[in-house]
């Protein structure tokens, strides 16, 4: 990934190519969930003056007039509620003026909340909006078919570039988690555009070796309850399943513990 080139502001230079169609700026928000911090991603065709954008993030000035910077911003989506891709939302709108659009209405500012299977046209550029819940349960992708020749699709936290997801219990939870791997894996070996970590390829080939490591925990909390009864508690199946987890991300494998003894119990 290379820089765009475009330094006429003096901000749209911190933009990266991320695909046909996308380019992405690192929000400066490092973290032990947020990794080296959130991509937000400028979507927009060649030639087009206009942009949409997606995440803008934390509340950083520079990073939103980078943002701002890179075209006529049409629209902001949102891919879920968390404060590291929601933060800005509101100061974004009134930079721009242009519409937010989330799946809550909470997480709105001047536009509609998105809908699961709606299409819309931004900065030139078709985009499929795909539900996904199970990171949260407001969780969506954007489906860009015509980026490339594969497509792309930004999947927000619901797969990172590196890493896996934490699933939020209870608003997230395992079994939809899922059929949304199932749903992502449909759309074949799409470029995929995290919020988190580098970009990657091949989207269905990640969405099974999600599917695969998710498996593969369940048969340790499996045993765990095997070792330790059936109604052992989060702490105890976490110190027998993440034995050496750092204490800073203690709390996530926790929920993640729960997530899936709500899973294997119901």
């Known amino acids: 990934m290379g820089t765009s080139g475009e330094s006429s502001t003096g901000h749209s230079s911190s933009l990266q ?14 973290g032990p969930m947020s990794l080296d911090g959130t991509n937000s991603y400028v979507i927009g065709a060649p030639g087009s003056p206009y942009v949409a954008v997606v995440d803008p993030g934390p509340d950083d000035e520079n990073h939103l007039a980078a ?28 930079i721009t003026g242009a519409p937010v659009r989330a799946a809550l209405p909470e997480h709105c500012h001047g536009g509609e909340p998105l809908q699961d299977g709606e299409v819309l046209t931004a900065g030139g550029v078709e985009i499929r909006v795909v539900g996904t819940p199970g990171h949260t349960s407001d969780s969506l992708c954007f489906h860009l078919p015509h980026d490339g020749p594969t497509g792309s699709v930004l999947t927000g936290d619901t797969i990172l570039g590196r890493g896996t997801t934490v699933l939020d219990y209870p608003d997230g939870r395992l079994g939809d988690y899922l059929a949304s791997l199932d749903r ?14 580098p970009v990657l390829p091949a989207l269905d080939e990640k969405c099974r070796e999600y599917r695969d490591h998710r498996e593969q925990r369940l048969d340790q909390i499996r045993t765990a309850l095997k070792n330790l009864g059936q109604d052992a508690s989060i702490p105890a ?19 993640s513990v729960a997530a899936q003894l709500d899973y294997l119990r119901s």
């Open 67 to 94: 943002l701002a910077s890179a075209g006529v911003v049409d629209v902001v989506l949102i891919t879920h509620r968390h404060a590291d891709h929601t933060e800005a939302s509101a100061r974004f709108h009134q």
């Open 17 to 30: 190519r991320s695909s046909e169609l996308t380019r992405f700026r690192l929000a400066p928000n490092p």
């Open 184 to 197: 992502l894996e449909e759309l074949g070996p799409a470029t995929l555009l995290p919020a988190h970590g």
């Open 237 to 255: 199946v976490t110190d027998a399943v993440y034995p050496d987890v750092a204490p800073s991300v203690r709390w996530a494998a926790e929920t």
